[in-house]
């Protein structure tokens, strides 16, 4: 399951979040976002319950793109007790990204 994030449930859905956390900042018109989108949704579906997976809208929610330091996209982070622990800037390879989501499970 994919989650969408917004402004309005940042905090509930994944500062708050009892398991880790992935947010994909994207934006529609982001080529290389589309191609991690299906990486993405496979990876939300093999780590579920593990990790929550979601994507928030740069250009819908740019004061939380500012705030976490998203000055390129795709920017993914992971995040953990409401911190950012780990991150991902571009796109990168299925492989790379699944040993991402390992270490951060």
């Given at each position: 399951m994919i989650y969408t994030f917004t402004a309005e449930n940042f905090e509930a859905e994944v500062l708050q979040s009892d398991i880790p956390v992935f947010v994909d900042f994207y934006a529609?018109?982001?080529?290389?976002c589309k191609m991690m989108s299906p990486v993405i949704d496979k990876l939300a579906?093999?780590?579920?319950?593990?990790?929550?997976?979601?994507?928030?809208?740069?250009?819908?929610?740019?004061e939380l793109a500012v705030k976490y330091g998203v000055m390129s996209i795709p920017n993914m982070k992971f995040f953990k007790g409401g911190e950012v622990v780990d991150e991902v800037i571009g796109a990168i390879p299925k492989a790379q990204?699944?040993?991402k989501?390992?270490?951060?499970?």
């Open positions: 529609d018109w982001c080529g290389p579906d093999e780590f579920d319950g593990k990790i929550k997976v979601g994507k928030i809208d740069v250009d819908e929610n740019q990204m699944k040993a989501f390992e270490a951060n499970a």
